[in-house]
């Protein structure tokens, strides 16, 4: 049976094999292991494999390919067969990490600080002040605890006769710790007996020294205890995903940069129940992305002044910021001297050969060895992708070298590494393992004492072709876990509960973001915006598709109130009149250019649903994205009056389920209360501009218009089943604006906002602006009887009309401004109303 797994396993004088000696023979370490993957039958191995995919799937593991057409949510790649270390030399390698880590948090320190480097000739300053990674206003800020690098990451490979080589540093926020511990918490569960059976080094401990590393460093007062959070770009994000799922694991709010405030020399985390300070940020942003006000100025990512607060010592920030410099390829040349120089010792792990082309030595020898050689940016903000020497011939491989000429010391040229390879099973045959490049990704953390925990493992990445030269995520490679064995006992510790107590529970959210609140106020709002506009607009397709386009009297008003309520462009003064309603109608479903228009809603809706998506559904998410695809999809192809009738037909469908969703599977929090309220003021506002509009419009007084304007309120089978007869003015208004069991009329929803209102007054205890109470009484106090005998069809402009008119406006005024008020008191935290919004 082994021999038929070997016997096409390819294997490489020319790379070191995970696996394999250099006669062939099965190495030690993982012996155990092949024996039993040899003995996994295919069924089983089949098996195995679906569960790997199905636990990545229902786990929502992803990670975004940025240049792949279907790389938005791209599930993780997974190889279950893990890479395998034995403990004599993963000591070795966690030394020499720790090692490093310690080194590059010392060169932060001095470039930051004193500059002996630069003064006694161990950097170029050129390789320091010549890249954007430097930054300036960082100059003399001293972190707390004196640690720049709270959170490190290193790309090492092997050399052909398995040295391990440093490839790359990643200092600024080094990704895939996250990703490796879902790794772990997958692969684990594949082979179990395996992953007992040969003492597997867990991963909770390193995660807990992260923790308690960083709570250390927390320039805490007097009895507060040390607030965290975890800093991210957002959904767009690549690594999006660990991001969310790191935050969880630690324990940490998830939060964007919008979610903190600084006031004063302090940040804050704004919530739902107040403004509450922030002791530690563990970024995943980019530097310069971080402070607008002296960073990037064009960034909408970062927190106006938290460089100011750095300063001050009031905030932990990990890592610091300014700690990307170090990424540079360009600084692997002048470790060794500079390690002996700070640390006084040896350098344990070498680079690969490293030549920054700055120094003329360096050119000269790239240019006498180019063909020997990979020429990569010296910097990390240079968009450029690695080119080897030896691909080039002719006018390419010229101009690459007056290139590096013209600008030497934006190149660094590395030795090209044959990466070593490692079993990987293949999805494409029922049982063989093919050979694959693999590099190693190790982490290490500052601990409660200082000092740097490594992660025992890390995270393998697989390259994609079996020659490729490269390995990256981006490039549609693959993972694998790496087990790390040990000879003693296994560290039972885990950060995730066993089993919960009472204590453990929870029933709703408490400190909710109030990013996350103002996105499910929104969700809320588009979600009835979007209903609205396509109620509407069905109206008036019906209309006109009856009609065979003839623009009778009820076309006409349908068409002037969409106008005014904007779902339609007013047309201006000089314009020539449309010859029919079709063309803008059908703008007004499909053109996301168009301000109104049904497809600029489901955009919004789109984006205020992406913000809070671990809210959705599965179901109501992928129905989302459909009919956004569907209205695009349309859009291009000019649909007929017909199918754009259909297509509303399935946006309101859409629109039922997502308020089914809402009251039916979202639990009962502030949260959920914001989404509600949100859909009540939005129905609110169209349902009083609707109404008053109608009732000032001439051409509403025709044949069939009170009928549409009860189909538009989602009332016409109600208004028939109570009365059984021809729309007339007085019951039609009573059941729109005054009937308080109408769930699509004006009264219903001021008294469910005056119950929500009043809960959280209670329970936040905050006050509300009384225009809407007040606006709402004196519409109560409207007598119908003044339309007891109106003939509407015949009245143009009549007086209770106008009044009935203008007490729906300024209801609509004043629900604006308690929109208005919630956003200030909840969502921003400015102003009056954020002097006692402090939480405690």
Known sequence: MARTLLAIYPHSARRYDEMLKADGEVRPHWRPFFEHLDAVSP??????????????????????????????????????????????????????????????????????????????????????????????????????????????????????????????????????AGYALENRLVVSRVFPEMFRDLHVQHLADFFRDHQDGLAALAPVEGDEQPHIVLLTPGPYNETYFEHAYLARYLGFPLVEGQDLTVRGDTVYLKTLRGLKRVHVILRRQDDDYCDPLELRGDSALGIPGLINVARAGRVTIANALGSGLLASGALMGFLPAICRHLLGEKLAMPSVGTWWCGEKPALDYVKENFDDLVIKPAYPTQRMEPVFGHELEGEAREEMLRRIEARPHAYVAQEMVNLAQAPTWSRAHERRLIARPVGLRAYAVVNAEGEYSVMPGGLTRVAQGAGARIISMQRGGASKDTWVLTNGPVSEFTLLKPSFGVRDLVRAG???????????????????????????????????????????????????????????????????????????????????????????????????????????????????????????????????????????????LVSSSLNGFAMDNMTRDDGWRFLIIGRRLERLSFLARGIAGFLRMDSARGQGCLEWLLEMADSIITYRSRYSRQAELLPVIDLLVFDESNPHGVMFQVNVLSRYLERMAHELGADYDARLSTASERLRKFSLEQFEHLQFSQCRSCAPCDELATLLEDLVAAAGHLSDGLGMRYFTHVGDVSRQTMAL
């Open 43 to 176: 069924e089983d191995m089949h098996q195995r494999l679906d569960f790997a995919d199905r636990r990545i799937q229902e786990n929502g593991v992803t990670y975004n390919v940025y240049a792949d057409p279907n790389g938005a949510d791209r599930p993780w790649a997974l190889d279950p067969v893990p890479l395998i270390i034995p403990p004599d030399e993963w000591a070795e390698v966690s030394s020499a990490v720790a090692q490093r880590a310690t080194l590059l948090n010392a060169i932060l320190a001095d470039l930051y600080g004193e500059q002996t480097l630069l003064a006694k000739g161990l950097l170029p300053p050129a390789l320091v002040y010549g890249q954007h990674g430097f930054l300036w206003p960082c100059q003399g800020i001293k972190p707390p605890g004196g640690i720049w690098l709270h959170h490190y990451a290193v790309d090492l490979a092997r050399s052909p006769n398995g040295r391990w080589w440093v490839i790359a540093d990643r200092t600024q926020a080094p990704s895939g």
């Open 510 to 652: 408490a400190n909710l973001t109030s990013r996350v609140v103002e996105n499910l106020f929104w969700l809320g709002r588009y979600s009835e915006r979007f209903d609205d506009s396509a109620r509407l607009l069905r109206v008036a397709l019906a209309r006109l598709v009856d009609v065979g386009g003839e623009k009778t009297a009820a076309v006409a008003s349908v068409m002037e109130l969409a106008e005014r309520l904007k779902v339609l462009p007013t047309p201006e003064e000089d314009s020539e009149p449309a010859e029919g309603g079709e063309h803008v109608l059908l703008e007004a479903i499909y053109d996301p250019a168009q301000p109104g228009s049904l497809a600029a809603n489901i955009r919004s809706l789109m984006w205020s649903a992406t913000h809070v998506r671990e809210r959705l559904s599965l179901d109501h998410w992928h129905s989302l994205n459909r009919l956004q695809r569907e209205q695009q999809a349309a859009q291009k192809k000019h649909p007929t009056l017909t199918e754009a009738i259909a297509f509303l037909d399935r946006v309101l």
